[in-house]
């Protein structure tokens, strides 16, 4: 690991993150002392993986029994769009706030907090009865602050723990966790609603799993992670690992107060345009991810594939096969654009923004082909479901890692906490919701049928298509800007 070294008295700072780095030595020591760092740095970023895995099945719990939810609670398509809102408004707007104390506190502390509490809230969940909808919605809403915490955080840990050709890939395993969880949430919540008969039981098992991840997290990960900071990388230089913040003219870098690094990062048009593009992806994940398995569920009835649901436990056959098809997309999605990144940036500066905008293009067209042929045939509507989630995994290691190396370290936490702002206040807080009432509206223009049902849904699904094109072209724009702000942030 390339961050072993002799700190020559870091800033004030630097001191308050980093932990003691290991002493200077040579030969077989070095050696062994790397190894031993290594070794410690990828079982950090393992208890990292496990509890992302826990964050986004905590996600995708609700979607995954959303029929279920909806019939208990007698919910509408726009109440039901709502709930999934509330969780990401919650977590929208802690995300900054955990950004700010992640740059400043403790990111050890503040994580063990977060998973305790979202962990404890969720399974307070099960046990909400259909009298107090309303406290449903609220512990929604309470999880999504707690993953709020988790999701700000944990990235920069890994960035610290890894120089830039390790970090790409860490970041890819730690990504795949999204789409992986997300997957698992669905089978999660279908399997145990169908093996108890009660969907309550679904927010029961997550709960233990974030007890073993606090214990691991406890155990296993550094009361202090020492900061990436590129004044005070060691270089090793013929066996003896040397201090680059001896050398003259490099600059330590300044501290600076929360609304100076808000105004740089505003200043980051590729920060910016891509922090855009980024709202563009959440608006249609956000919106597939709540709505896909009852839009399955609504095809196949008027296909006559499955009948409708009328007793009080609903199949959950679409909620399962859209969760293994989430599962393997993401994992097949995040290893290609990673790989596909780290190959094409040798021979073009600019590959990460337009893998990004040709991956959006190509996922909004695959959306729009399903949406067309699910009144006709549900098997061609899963492949192009499963295209166009695939091109859409394609990009989640490759923004991380565009705003990895476009914004400087010691801002980091605050940049992903204002990315995450932007893009939920701009994409899935509003699109879970936005195609509810849409559905809800076009109902009620029309006699109540199964097959309206189903057309309103697919018509206000259309509008994910075109917000698709716009996240294509908000990628191309960062383009323009990402090799002049890469050159910044590294100066």
Known sequence: HENIGLQSQPPLEEQNYGATAAPVGQGPFVSKARNSTATGDYLVAAVLCYANLINFMDWFIVPGILLDIQKYFELSDGDTGLLQTVFILCYMLAAPIFGFLGDRYN???????GIFFWSGVTLGSSFINEWYYWIFFLSRGLVGIGTASYSTIAPTIIADLFEEGKRTTMLSIFYIFIPVGSGLGYVL????ADATGDWHWAFRITPCMGGLALVLLILLVPHRIQRRIAAHRALSISGTIRVAAEKPGVQRTAKSTWCQDVVSLTKNWSFV?????LAAMAFVTGALGTWVPLFLYRAQVVQNIVPPCLQESCSSSSSLIFGGITIGTGILGVITGAEVARRLRK?????????CATSMFISAVCLY????????NILSTFIFIALGELFLSVNWTVVTDILLYVVTPRCQSTAIALQ????HLLG?????YLIGIISNAIQATHAHSFRWSFWSMQYSFILCAFVGVFGGGFFLLTSFFIEEDRKEAER
């Not at 021979?347 to 893998?355: C, T």
């Not at 899935?428 to 879970?432: F, Y």
């Open 273 to 277: 345009w891509s922090s855009l593009g």
């Open 347 to 355: 021979i073009n500066n600019k590959a990460d923004p337009l893998i």
């Open 420 to 423: 995450i702002l932007v893009s």
């Open 107 to 113: 990111r050890k502390i503040i994580l063990g907090a």
């Open 428 to 432: 899935d807080v509003g699109s879970p």
């Open 369 to 376: 082909i399903a949406l067309m042929v699910a009144e006709t």
């Open 189 to 192: 919540a279908a399997g145990m």
